[in-house]
């Protein structure tokens, strides 16, 4: 979910590839502490053969609205990318993992348009003014977010879930730490002008909301892993790792809770960063808007993904869209190489 902020470290290799981003200033997907509190998503197809030149209009309609009270960004889906282009290694469509319903109608896009804002009246005039000056691309899915006593706490933007539990406390505390999970270095084999982007994963899962209140507190933690407000089962505080080389059966933290399958080595936490929100279309359709940001699919959310299988809270969720997206790094250069 939040994270700290990115500050200018991560600007760096990006600046390097000739990228015109405003110096100190951060990628929209990663500025700030915490998220902004509300968020319009908005996946798009392409619904113009000059690819070159919708991909420029989208990317300066959102250039136009990023600022202030809004942060907004484009990611390229698979679709977005000219046949012949050298594109993100990893990039793809997402696959339908162990107990997904995907809906096609909420699933996937050639293009994602995320815009947070710090109201929901202005979110969603930014993302109509978006939307009317991208005649060349049209709306596949969409969907509102909000981040319910979204907040800082240890430097760890923090916020509650649909399932009344905080969430955050995963993500780095530093914006050394954001960079090392959620940006790509030169080093890593990805195209150059990929260098300083990241892989988005998002994730629209539907939560039995209503199955899960009928179960005890007591119930609830042991199937999370941690108390409502973060602390670790054993009493750790929650920015402290949890001794579960103490708890070799289990007996304190179970083995099917969600934070010991995700991440079983607390001392490796996974190398991605979540900014996360709730999604409310009516009593039988509410959830979470789960979002996370890498440099490497595979060692980020796909491994986690595989660890989950069997978790306990399984059967309190279901994943019905979503889509892997690639933010580019800060500027336009990345437009010449995309197109």
């Known amino acids: ?41 908005l996946a798009l197809d392409l619904a113009d053969q000059d690819r070159h030149a919708a991909l420029h209009r989208a990317h300066h309609a959102v250039a136009a ?11 390229l889906g698979e679709g977005a990318l000219a046949p012949q282009a050298d594109g993100p290694r990893q990039l793809k469509q997402m696959p339908s993992f162990a107990g997904d319903v995907l809906d096609p109608s909420r699933s996937h896009g050639d293009l994602l348009l995320q815009i947070t804002g710090a109201s929901a009246h202005v979110t969603q ?16 899915w969409r969907i509102e977010g909000v981040r319910p006593e979204n907040r800082t706490e240890g430097d760890r933007g923090l916020a509650r879930n649909p399932f009344h539990f905080t969430e955050g406390h995963g993500n780095p505390a530093s ?55 973060g602390r670790w089962l054993d009493g750790s505080p929650s920015d402290e790792q949890p001794a579960f080389a103490a708890d070799p059966h289990g007996k304190t933290t179970p083995f099917d809770a969600h934070v010991r399958r995700a991440a079983p080595d607390r001392r490796r936490p996974p190398p991605m960063v979540r900014r996360s929100y709730n999604y409310h279309q009516g009593t039988e359709d509410q959830g979470l808007i789960f979002s996370c940001f890498q440099r490497d699919l595979d060692k980020g959310f796909e491994a986690v993904q595989h660890r989950l299988q069997g978790e306990a809270m399984a059967k309190y969720t279901l994943t019905v869209g979503g889509g892997y997206f690639f933010v580019p790094p800060p500027g336009d250069a990345w437009l010449a190489a995309a197109t």
Not at 65 to 75: F, N, R, V
């Open 1 to 41: 979910m939040a994270v700290a902020a990115l500050g200018t470290g991560g600007l760096v290799v990006a600046a390097q590839r000739g990228a015109s981003a405003r110096p100190g200033h951060a990628p929209a997907h990663l500025r700030g502490t915490a998220p902004l509190p509300h968020a319009q998503i």
């Open 65 to 75: 609205i990023d600022g202030g009270e809004i942060a907004a960004w484009l990611a």
């Open 125 to 140: 005039q930014a993302a109509e003014r978006t939307l009317r000056a991208l005649p060349q691309w049209r709306v596949r």
């Open 175 to 229: 914006s050394a730490g954001v960079t090392e999970r959620a940006v790509i270095p030169a080093d890593q084999d990805e195209p150059s002008w990929a260098v300083g982007g990241s892989y988005q994963v998002i994730r629209i899962i539907r939560l039995a909301t209503d199955f899960w209140d009928r179960e005890s507190l007591h119930e609830q933690e042991r199937i999370i892993g941690r108390r409502r407000d």
